[in-house]
């Protein structure tokens, strides 16, 4: 009976003991977060001596603080407040120049075929345009050695013309004084008549030993023709006397024939040719004594038809 009256005791003071703490524990909390009264400034209005008064009025004290008793042992300890931290000083940076995009791996690539390929147009029209100047100063040089050929065959034209004109007149001179009385014959300067004692006295060819007339002759000394000389074809309106240089070997073969301008009297090259093909068909006689090589000349007089 009485351990029950003395459990029932130490129950009652201990569950008046716990409230009694948390009494004290509360009020602690509040009395805490209670926040200080803002202070004001006195501020004297008026614009007369008398409004603003003999002295300055001074701040009011501050309000008493409240004494609180040191709390329990067996209490908490109170929360501290939580300090408001101050604001850390930002620095300003001034940006002074924009920073480039960033370039992808294809994008660079893509610049860079980009470049290539207008480096090598670029190129391609410097070689164009070399070539077309090149093509241009080839075209160029072509037309003045044009120019000074066609300069060339006409200088040559004319002078052939004033060469046929200058035969012509030689031709017509000889042929108007064949009617008159002659004291000499032959070719040679001075008066009387050329020819070998050896020669034929009706042969019209002065130099040699080989018949002339018809407008062919030769001189080829020890030597005779072998038949008639072949007579050059005319089938031009030209005339005039080619002297042909021949060399004949032992055999009586004409080996090489040349017209020769001694002695020629005519210009053109057809009847040049004419005269040259014919002295190549000529045949003498043959003379193992003789030279291996030997010169001579036969001359082919060539008539208007």
Not at 68 to 87: D, K, N, R, W
Not at 224 to 245: A, C, F, T
């Amino acid at each position: 009976m009485d351990e029950r009256k003395s459990d029932k005791t130490f129950g009652v003071i201990g569950a008046l003991l716990f409230h009694v703490a948390l009494l004290l524990v509360l009020v602690l909390v509040s009395l805490t977060s209670i926040p200080p009264e803002e202070e004001g400034i006195l501020v004297a209005l008026g614009d007369s001596p008398t409004g603003m008064g003999s002295s300055i009025p001074t701040r009011s004290a501050a309000p008493s603080q409240v004494s609180t008793p040191p709390p329990s042992q067996e209490a908490a300890p109170p929360q501290p407040a939580a300090s408001t931290p101050a604001p850390a000083r930002q620095q300003v940076l001034t940006q002074k120049s924009e920073d480039a995009p960033a370039i992808s791996a294809q994008e660079k690539a893509r610049k860079d075929a980009e470049v290539k390929r207008q480096t090598e147009e670029r190129n391609r029209q410097a070689e164009v345009e070399r070539q077309k100047k090149a093509e241009a100063e080839r075209q160029r040089q072509a037309e003045l050695e044009r120019q000074r050929i066609e300069a060339e065959e006409r200088r040559k034209q004319e002078e052939q013309a004033r060469q046929a004109a200058e035969a012509r007149k030689a031709v017509d001179g000889a042929f108007s004084n064949s009617g008159a009385n002659s004291q000499s014959a032959g070719d040679t300067p001075g008066s009387g008549t050329q020819g070998k004692l050896t020669g034929d006295p009706n042969a019209t060819s002065r130099t040699g030993s080989g018949k002339g007339g018809e407008g062919v002759s030769f001189s080829l000394d020890g030597r005779r023709s072998i038949g008639d000389l072949p007579k050059p074809e005319n089938n031009s309106q030209e005339y005039g006397k080619v002297v042909v240089k021949i060399t004949v070997d032992r055999n009586g073969v004409v080996t090489k024939a040349e017209p020769i301008q001694r002695g020629t009297t005519t210009p053109d090259l057809y009847l040049q040719n004419e005269a040259k093909k014919a002295a190549l068909k000529a045949r003498f006689n043959a003379d193992p004594k003789a030279t291996a090589i030997q010169e001579g000349t036969i001359t082919y007089i060539f008539e208007l038809n």
